[in-house]
Each structure stands twice: as structure tokens, then as C-alpha cells.
């Protein structure tokens, strides 16, 4: 059996790798009730939440994948993810970063959004 399984079952392992370069790793937190929340730093995903119920059984109340691979071949882009890769809108659906201008799918009227 398993010792580093978190509360919901998963396996940090499972979540370690590379994405673009950068380390992908798994986080746990607690508190003092039981409660653990589970978050991956690739797009800041809650992959799971696990929450007492009013019996104090621990019951995970999000929907997320199992490993990090999931993650990357889900049809849902942001599954799990606090925000997506911005907030709000982006007026013409364009901006301008360091000289480079990036352009971004036009989604909410003449702007995008999210």
C-alpha cells in the first residue's frame, strides 16, 4: 500500500514532469479539520478538494484528472484551472508585450474574453 497518497487517493508522482520546460508539480494543504485541497502549479488546477461532510467523512467535491497526462490530452482546456490564461477581456482581442504583439480569438463582441 501506498503511504503517499493523498487524501483522495492520488500519487504526487503522478503529477510530477515537464510541460514547455518548466517543472509540473503537485501541491497538498490541510487544515486542522481534515480538509485537503489539491493543486497542481500547471495553470494553477484544483485537482481535487476534499471537504468533511456533516459526518466528517471526507468527500472530494471537484472533478479532476489522475496524472499530469490527463491533463495535457483533455479535451477541456482549463479543467480544474482557477483562470484561464487571463482574466477579463482583451479589448480588439489583441496586446502588445515587450514590442511583440499577440493576437487572440475574437469571442465576446470585437473583443476576448478569458
Do not use: W
Amino acid at each position: 500500500m501506498q503511504t503517499d497518497l493523498t487524501k483522495s487517493g492520488l500519487s504526487p508522482a503522478n503529477f510530477s514532469g515537464k510541460v514547455d520546460g518548466q517543472d509540473v508539480k503537485m501541491y497538498v494543504l490541510t487544515n486542522s479539520k481534515g480538509a485537503e485541497a489539491t493543486v497542481i502549479n500547471y495553470g494553477a488546477n484544483i485537482v481535487s478538494l476534499s471537504a468533511p461532510d456533516k459526518n466528517g467523512k471526507l468527500t472530494d467535491v471537484v472533478l479532476g484528472h489522475h496524472n499530469l497526462d490527463e491533463y495535457l490530452s483533455s479535451e477541456e482546456a482549463y479543467f480544474g484551472a482557477v483562470c484561464g490564461r487571463t482574466g477579463n477581456r482583451i479589448a480588439k482581442g489583441k496586446f502588445t508585450l515587450d514590442g511583440e504583439t499577440y493576437h487572440l480569438a475574437i469571442n465576446n463582441g470585437p473583443n476576448n474574453l478569458h
